[in-house]
């Protein structure tokens, strides 16, 4: 994805009030890798249940504020894949829930979807495929299993933004 400013992150909120998005925590925006991002997703650090993606949509900025769901007592997880980088090999996805843009929103109306919980769905796509994905491992079929990786996510993220961007 293309490199974001802060002033265009706090304007991309599309389910976020005014208020949340300038309250918002981001991250250290020169450490981002943009080029190796299908989206930036990121924990607050001030307030650990809200969490932050944003994506190109339609060519356009556009963020989601989410929340987390807290960690059950009992300590432990258990392991679910990520809906958008569905990699077999990190099972760490947590369910995030948005608010649903405008009125529907407003009225308690919200989407939820299971999400690498540290956001690395980018890294994982990347990663380089097993034998079992590749076949007998010649170079360009492993890039086209990337490549294809990679549209899946770009696509099933960019869904889940358009279903919460909906107004129904
Ligand atoms: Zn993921």
């Not at 706090?10 to 020169?30: K, M, T, Y």
């Not at 607050?44 to 949509?57: F, G, I, K």
């Not at 034998?131 to 960019?158: F, K, M, N, P, Y």
Request: aromatic share 4%; hydrophobic share 40%; proline share 5%.
């Amino acid at each position: 994805m293309n490199a974001l400013t802060e002033k265009q992150i706090r304007a991309s909120f599309l389910n976020a009030s005014r208020r949340e998005a300038s309250q918002a925590v981001l991250p250290d925006l020169d450490a981002v890798p943009w080029e190796q991002l299908e989206h930036l997703g990121w924990r607050d650090r001030r307030a650990p249940l809200s969490a932050y993606v944003v994506l190109e949509l339609d060519g356009e900025p556009t963020g989601v504020l989410l929340r987390a769901s807290p960690a059950p007592a009992s300590g432990r997880r258990r392991s679910a894949m990520c809906s958008w980088c569905r990699d077999l090999s990190s099972v760490s996805a947590t369910l995030y829930v948005a608010r649903r843009a405008g009125s529907a929103g407003r009225d308690g109306n919200t989407l939820g979807t299971l999400i690498c919980e540290d956001f690395s769905c980018s890294r994982n796509v990347r990663r380089p495929p097993t034998s079992a994905e590749s076949g007998d491992g010649i170079e360009a079929v492993a890039d086209q299993v990337v490549a294809e990786r990679i549209a899946g996510l770009r696509e099933r993220s960019a869904q889940f933004v358009r279903d919460v961007a909906a107004t129904r």
